[in-house]
């Protein structure tokens, strides 16, 4: 079994190389895939790709003429592949459906809590002897409504634990979650969750429904200061709008971990280049406003269990057994 492994940074490689049978020739690949890298697929049987790897019908088809007859998707969102494509191509496309919801449920809430608390600010203040509180006033999250969108495993995870906080939870999901309601997260139609939520939370897929899901219609329909959270995926929001809300005020406070285009940013260090992306660099200049490169699962549980699943579905390929983690259009 030849296997290339594309995105693979040294801490993925460090727990792939822990799991992965030692008979097989894998290839670690640290550039992401793209129609320059692609070419080092050449001869491989599959890939294992993540979140920001091109995965368009053009280099599926390169791919294939290749032989790669699997892809063996790192992450649990599988927006950046081009399903139709891989099926007319006959490329199986597997994934790690969950890796540790906890991990990206308890940034969520750092996020939440850093953000109220201005624990960034307090960071950096402390450390140049200013003690002064001035700018600092949070805001208690007991009492408070707090909006997920997305009842799935993470969403869930989200809405249990900001109940301890002590927040009534409001959650849309266009399917009936019945656990939820167990749960005492009360399930609402999504206009009025935006109406009536304090702080807004997105772990919902990525589709064409969701896309952009987050623009300036939706943000005006939402409470003067809402706090935005998004660890769910970046084109979930239209950047310029969070600007805009920004700008008047609409949005008191937005965290994300993910970005529309965060492809060209995240994961590498591009700390010595000018930044080409003028909204990316607007959102940064807010003082209400945090952001984290996609790191909400970067637990060592979750990079442990994203390379034990990678390497169970790409077992169950060389088995002939059936797909458990398949992903098909
Ligand atoms: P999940 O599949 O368990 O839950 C997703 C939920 O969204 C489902 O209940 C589904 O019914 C619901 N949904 C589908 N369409 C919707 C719509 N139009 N509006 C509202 N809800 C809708 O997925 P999970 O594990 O909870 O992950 C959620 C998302 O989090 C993933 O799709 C992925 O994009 C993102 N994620 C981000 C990570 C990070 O490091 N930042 C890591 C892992 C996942």
Redesign the pocket.
Known sequence: MKVVSFSCKIYDRQQLCQVLPSEWEINYVEPVLDEHTVVYAQGADAITAFVNDQLNAKILQRLADYGVKLIALR???FNNVDLAAAERLGIKVTRVP?YS?YA?AEHTIGLMLALSRKLYKAYNRVREGNFALNGMLGFDFHGKTVGV???????RLVGERMKAFGCEVLV????L?EACDELGLQQVPLQDLFERSDIITL?????D??NHMIDAESIASMKKGVMLIN???GALMEPQSLVDGLKSGQIGYLGM??YEKEGALFFEDHSCEIIQDDVFERLLTFPNVLVTG?Q??FTEEALRHISETTRDNIQMFINGQELVNQVSC
Do not use: M, N, Q, S
Request: hydrophobic fraction near 30%; charge should be negative.
């Open positions: 992450c649990a969102g969950a919801p990206v969108i997305g009842a799935g495993k993470i969403g849309y999901d266009p399917f979650c772990h919902c897929p990525l589709t429904e969701t660890t769910g995926r971990d993910v996609h909400a699962y």
